[in-house]
């Protein structure tokens, strides 16, 4: 154990003190784990657009003051009670849901929707007492989706960090704890291309060029990208994507322009935009007897949309994913070996860096839609 197991440590912390204001690096208490809980130091986060959607509070339920970040790489500082498959000094990554390995869907081979530690946006606390283990002279700060990575140490449960190969750079990996795995693994696990197969990814933000990544690896002959930002399908070419369609150009839905493309229409689709009528179309442009369509997009709470029946029974398959369908603890450390085999490229996602105290930069080039994912380094 380490020598400041079982004490209060103080850190460095960016705060969100109230929705869409600049976050302050801050000195904060860190209490030790409790019961199936790790202490983890961060050594690298990045800002993935979640974080950017609940500090900026439009349409959830706002709780400040709070540490946001979920993204990151790190090593386990101290263990708490009960936990025994990980030590200090491992190298982790911190996931926004978890894994318990006890309940159905845990057991399941096909879910990785833990009932227990699933993903909860509203929740500010830990689970074995609901407290947090963030404060600032007594004042609790809440925690984020279970990680608040947005410090330099930070509590989570067991069950919600993959213990990964120490010889992985933590400066790489760490982006394939939230957005990466999402789009590869909805691609790879899900959609499941196979060699010569035609995909279609809808939205081409740091998701969607997961999606298009994974469909490469899968050996797809045309991965045809589908954004209304022309700017994006210079970089989409890094990622495999071998043409172009933007929907503002056409007169006509998108999905029939993809069907005239493809004679018939795409063997599978991924959509990742969480826009509505990109699904309708993403599930349309799919060809009939075997086409898949794969829906990773989060939509607004009020959002439905409709397609005919006989879409379905032409048999179209129209399916849905949580984290690329990855049960964090169980798989992630084999999509680190991906990265460490060089059959997975993690540095063309990487488009910028700033050390810990310009976190706020991180923001400007997110909001500004420039690049992809900004590496926060904690030690600079």
């Known amino acids: 154990m380490s020598g400041t197991a079982g004490q209060v ?3 460095k912390a960016a705060v969100a003190w109230e929705a869409g204001k600049p976050l302050v690096i801050e000195e904060v208490e860190v209490a030790p784990p409790q019961v199936m809980e790790v202490r983890l130091k961060i050594l690298f986060t990045s800002l993935c657009h979640t974080d950017v959607y609940f500090w900026e509070a439009k349409g959830q339920t706002p709780l400040f003051p709070r540490i946001f970040g979920h993204e990151a790489g790190g090593i386990v500082e101290s263990v708490g009670e009960g936990v025994t498959d990980l030590q200090s000094g491992d190298h982790v990554l911190p996931v926004f849901t978890g894994e318990c390995k006890e309940c159905r869907h845990c057991k399941s081979e096909e879910s990785n929707m833990c009932d227990l530690l699933r993903i909860n946006t509203d929740r500010g606390v830990m689970l074995s007492d609901n407290k947090s283990r963030f404060s600032i002279n007594g004042k609790p700060i809440y925690h984020f989706v279970g990680t608040s990575t947005f410090s330099e140490y930070t509590v989570v449960h067991v069950g919600c960090v993959a213990k990964i190969n120490p010889a992985a750079p933590l400066d790489k990996v760490c982006v394939l704890s939230c957005g990466i795995s999402t789009g590869l693994g909805a691609t790879l696990n899900v959609a499941k291309p196979w060699k010569g197969s035609s995909v279609a990814i809808f939205g081409l933000g740091a998701v ?7 469909a490469r690896i899968a050996g797809a002959s045309r991965i045809i990208g589908i954004d209304l930002n022309p700017k994006r399908f210079n970089d989409a070419k890094k990622f495999g994507v071998t043409e172009f369609v933007n929907p503002k150009d056409h007169d006509k839905p998108v999905q029939e322009v993809i069907a005239e493309m493809t004679d018939g229409g795409v063997d599978r689709s991924v959509e990742c935009t969480g826009n509505v009528n990109a699904m309708i179309s993403a599930f349309e442009c799919v060809h009939d007897g075997w086409g898949v369509a794969v829906l990773v997009g989060v939509p607004n709470k009020d959002d439905s949309f409709k397609t005919h029946p006989v879409n379905l029974l032409n048999e179209r398959t129209l399916k849905g994913t949580f984290f690329g369908n990855y049960k964090p603890r169980s798989d992630l450390p084999s999509v680190v070996e991906k990265y460490m085999n060089k059959e997975l490229e993690l540095e063309k996602f990487i488009t910028h860096e700033v050390p810990f105290a310009e976190i ?3 923001f400007e ?16």
Do not use: H, P, V
Not at 208 to 214: I, N, S, V
């Open 208 to 214: 969607g060029l997961a999606a298009a990544e994974g």
């Open 360 to 362: 706020n930069k991180a």
């Open 9 to 11: 440590i103080r850190c």
């Open 365 to 380: 080039y997110m909001l500004s839609g420039d690049g992809l994912r900004c590496i926060i380094r904690m030690d600079a």
